[in-house]
């Protein structure tokens, strides 16, 4: 397997660990705005939360997975 | 070959129905950006401007966040009944609710329906916009022979600047044709209610034009998608293309994008530049690097797309915290050599909402040609202290400002201008309209749209935490975002010019 090929797989690991992370991080972030009482800190959370953070994690983890599989390999 | 010939032959006019029409959903929904600040006094509750401001940012992100849901809808149409017809739709439906924000009553008129009916047609403006864009740059797309598609798609690309633009060009010609309070009490819905003339021309324009060649095609052989979203994300082979030009493309894209235009728009003004002076220079640096678009996508046709949009986010990477340090530099007062013959100080006293302060004003002059109003407000009861800088520029800073912000957009047009031809070419045509407007809108929507919202949040942090060097702090998001986008598109996207299935 070519030396990129095998970059590529492992790189997959440390996006599905970042998608994690920042999946992670946002929760806690969020909830802090949501709670915090402040009306626009409140959507700004709820838009963290619901938008922004579903698309970073569901993205980074089935593209990390999908990296891992070696489905970007050269075709 | 004679197909093509007639094909290439007609492309002028393609280019131009369909760059027009996307112009002007660009110029309707960036008029609501760009007029913000007034239309939070017009409709969300008064007594605190900053909830009305960020009442007012929220509807615009609102507006971000529903592009994907347009692009789903209107892309799924698109791949089942056609593009013609379905860029007619969108095209009338921002047009539309763009005309009826201008007619909206205020909210000491009709209370809190004032703001719900605004917030519903910001949201219709972006459903309409989700699903404009992937149809016109797939229209253009599908009429463009081999090897010159960077270079027709890219006419498409200019069109979010120039939108951007005409919508600036609009704002200052009626803001100069009125008095100031003029302007923030009706003529504001001036270049809202204009818009029912932009959309009447365009659809005339559009309404002549035949359905794309290769859509056709697909349907007179029975071969169009029956189920277009299931094929373009149920589907490993394709999710995973649609995964790529998110994460490799559109992602890092729309943080460029945002950064260079909306963002440095809002970092100037946030240094206390005045309102016009700081349109002009923005317009002037767009004018400029606008033919660019053209440029990065005519390049693209000849050494590929990937690495001139790596380059471009890179190079926003690398130099966005030093350009941001000169811009806030060229405009600080306190670097500047005051002259003191010049200048004026006066002090006084006000009376506003039931209390007192005292006011200082000082008028100051530098000797770089640059004039600043600074008044000084203090709550006589709580003490507290308001600053509200007014500053018009000497001509040396000013074109060092255009200078700063041209060197932004140029990243813009090297991301921006090849990746429309990148998305039509990464997905067959059945499922091309649906399968690409999606990952643009994500990309460009909610991580480009959201950069204000997200950046200025990050300077409010740094700031309370006392970092040195707040203003810079809003940065880190999308410096962070185009550095994953840039090794992903290094690493995932093969250096080789892709075709379409039908090439």
Same mark, same amino acid.
């Given at each position: 397997?070519?030396?990129?090929?095998?970059?590529?797989?492992?790189?997959? %690991?440390?996006?599905?660990?970042?998608?994690?992370?920042?999946?992670?991080?946002?929760?806690?972030?969020?909830?802090?705005?949501?709670?915090?009482?402040?009306?626009?800190?409140?959507?700004?959370?709820?838009?963290?939360?619901?938008?922004?953070?579903?698309?970073? %994690?569901?993205?980074?983890?089935?593209?990390?997975?999908?990296?891992?599989?070696?489905?970007?390999?050269?075709? | 070959?004679?197909?093509?010939?007639?094909?290439?032959?007609?492309?002028?006019?393609?280019?131009?129905?369909?760059?027009?029409?996307?112009?002007?959903?660009?110029?309707?929904?960036?008029?609501?950006?760009?007029?913000?600040?007034?239309?939070?006094?017009?409709?969300?509750?008064?007594?605190?401007?900053?909830?009305?401001?960020?009442?007012?940012?929220?509807?615009?992100?609102?507006?971000?966040?529903?592009?994907?849901?347009?692009?789903?809808?209107?892309?799924?149409?698109?791949?089942?009944?056609?593009?013609?017809?379905?860029?007619?739709?969108?095209?009338?439906?921002?047009?539309?609710?763009?005309?009826?924000?201008?007619?909206?009553?205020?909210?000491?008129?009709?209370?809190?329906?004032?703001?719900?009916?605004?917030?519903?047609?910001?949201?219709?403006?972006?459903?309409?916009?989700?699903?404009?864009?992937?149809?016109?740059?797939?229209?253009?797309?599908?009429?463009?022979?081999?090897?010159?598609?960077?270079?027709?798609?890219?006419?498409?690309?200019?069109?979010?600047?120039?939108?951007?633009?005409?919508?600036?060009?609009?704002?200052?010609?009626?803001?100069?044709?009125?008095?100031?309070?003029?302007?923030?009490?009706?003529?504001?819905?001036?270049?809202?209610?204009?818009?029912?003339?932009?959309?009447?021309?365009?659809?005339?324009?559009?309404?002549?034009?035949?359905?794309?060649?290769?859509?056709?095609?697909?349907?007179?052989?029975?071969?169009?998608?029956?189920?277009?979203?299931?094929?373009?994300?149920?589907?490993?082979?394709? !999710?995973?293309?649609?995964?790529?030009?998110?994460?490799?493309?559109?992602?890092?894209?729309?943080?460029?994008?945002?950064?260079?235009?909306?963002?440095?728009?809002?970092?100037?003004?946030?240094?206390?530049?005045?309102?016009?002076?700081?349109?002009?220079?923005?317009?002037?640096?767009?004018?400029?690097?606008?033919?660019?678009?053209?440029?990065?996508?005519?390049?693209?046709?000849?050494?590929?797309?990937?690495?001139?949009?790596?380059?471009?986010?890179?190079?926003?990477?690398?130099?966005?915290?030093?350009?941001?340090?000169?811009?806030?530099?060229?405009?600080?007062?306190?670097?500047?050599?005051?002259?003191?013959?010049?200048?004026?100080?006066?002090?006084?006293?006000?009376?506003?909402?039931?209390?007192?302060?005292?006011?200082?004003?000082?008028?100051?002059?530098?000797?770089?040609?640059?004039?600043?109003?600074?008044?000084?407000?203090?709550?006589?009861?709580?003490?507290?202290?308001?600053?509200?800088?007014?500053?018009?520029?000497?001509?040396?800073?000013?074109?060092?400002?255009?200078?700063?912000?041209?060197?932004?957009?140029?990243?813009?047009?090297?991301?921006?201008?090849?990746?429309?031809?990148?998305?039509?070419?990464?997905?067959?045509?059945?499922?091309?309209?649906?399968?690409?407007?999606?990952?643009?809108?994500?990309?460009?929507?909610?991580?480009?749209? !959201?950069?204000?919202?997200?950046?200025?949040?990050?300077?409010?942090?740094?700031?309370?935490?006392?970092?040195?060097?707040?203003?810079?702090?809003?940065?880190?998001?999308?410096?962070?975002?185009?550095?994953?986008?840039?090794?992903?598109?290094?690493?995932?996207?093969?250096?080789?010019?892709?075709?379409?299935?039908?090439?």
């Amino acid at each position: 397997m070519e030396f990129v090929e095998v970059i590529k797989r492992i790189l997959g %690991v440390g996006w599905i660990a970042l998608g994690l992370y920042i999946g992670y991080d946002r929760i806690i972030d969020s909830y802090a705005k949501i709670t915090s009482g402040g009306l626009s800190d409140q959507i700004f959370g709820w838009i963290l939360l619901l938008v922004l953070n579903p698309i970073i %994690v569901f993205s980074l983890v089935v593209f990390g997975y999908f990296a891992v599989i070696g489905e970007y390999a050269k075709d | 070959m004679a197909t093509q010939k007639l094909q290439t032959q007609g492309l002028p006019r393609v280019v131009f129905a369909s760059s027009v029409g996307t112009l002007i959903e660009w110029y309707d929904f960036y008029l609501f950006g760009s007029l913000a600040s007034i239309i939070s006094l017009q409709f969300f509750p008064k007594g605190n401007p900053t909830a009305a401001l960020l009442s007012t940012l929220a509807a615009f992100a609102a507006g971000f966040v529903v592009r994907p849901f347009g692009a789903v809808f209107f892309g799924r149409l698109g791949d089942l009944v056609g593009r013609k017809y379905t860029f007619l739709v969108t095209l009338s439906l921002m047009g539309g609710a763009t005309f009826l924000i201008g007619l909206v009553p205020s909210y000491e008129t009709i209370g809190f329906l004032a703001p719900a009916i605004v917030v519903s047609l910001r949201l219709l403006q972006g459903l309409a916009l989700g699903g404009e864009y992937g149809g016109a740059t797939t229209y253009v797309g599908e009429h463009s022979p081999v090897g010159k598609r960077g270079f027709y798609t890219s006419w498409i690309q200019t069109t979010a600047t120039v939108g951007l633009l005409v919508s600036l060009l609009v704002i200052q010609g009626v803001k100069g044709s009125m008095s100031e309070q003029d302007f923030a009490d009706w003529g504001w819905r001036i270049p809202f209610l204009l818009s029912i003339f932009l959309l009447m021309i365009s659809i005339y324009i559009r309404v002549r034009m035949e359905e794309s060649p290769l859509f056709k095609k697909l349907k007179d052989e029975g071969k169009i998608s029956t189920n277009p979203l299931k094929e373009s994300f149920g589907n490993k082979k394709n !999710l995973k293309y649609v995964l790529l030009a998110l994460l490799g493309a559109t992602m890092g894209q729309g943080v460029i994008w945002y950064t260079g235009q909306f963002y440095a728009l809002r970092f100037i003004r946030s240094q206390g530049m005045e309102f016009t002076q700081t349109n002009n220079v923005v317009l002037i640096a767009l004018v400029f690097a606008t033919p660019f678009f053209i440029v990065f996508g005519a390049l693209s046709d000849k050494i590929g797309r990937k690495w001139i949009m790596a380059l471009g986010m890179f190079l926003g990477i690398m130099t966005y915290f030093p350009i941001y340090k000169k811009m806030h530099g060229v405009i600080d007062t306190s670097n500047k050599v005051k002259i003191e013959a010049s200048s004026s100080e006066s002090t006084g006293s006000m009376v506003e909402d039931n209390t007192r302060y005292d006011v200082t004003t000082a008028n100051n002059q530098y000797t770089d040609g640059t004039k600043a109003k600074i008044v000084t407000k203090i709550n006589l009861e709580t003490g507290e202290e308001t600053v509200k800088r007014t500053i018009n520029l000497g001509d040396n800073a000013f074109w060092w400002l255009v200078v700063l912000i041209f060197i932004q957009v140029i990243y813009v047009t090297m991301v921006y201008g090849p990746i429309a031809a990148f998305l039509i070419e990464l997905f067959p045509t059945k499922i091309r309209y649906t399968s690409m407007s999606l990952p643009y809108h994500i990309g460009n929507g909610v991580f480009g749209g !959201l950069v204000p919202l997200i950046s200025t949040a990050l300077v409010v942090f740094a700031t309370q935490r006392g970092d040195d060097d707040a203003y810079l702090a809003g940065l880190w998001y999308p410096i962070g975002v185009a550095a994953v986008c840039l090794v992903i598109s290094v690493f995932y996207i093969n250096h080789r010019s892709y075709q379409m299935a039908e090439d």
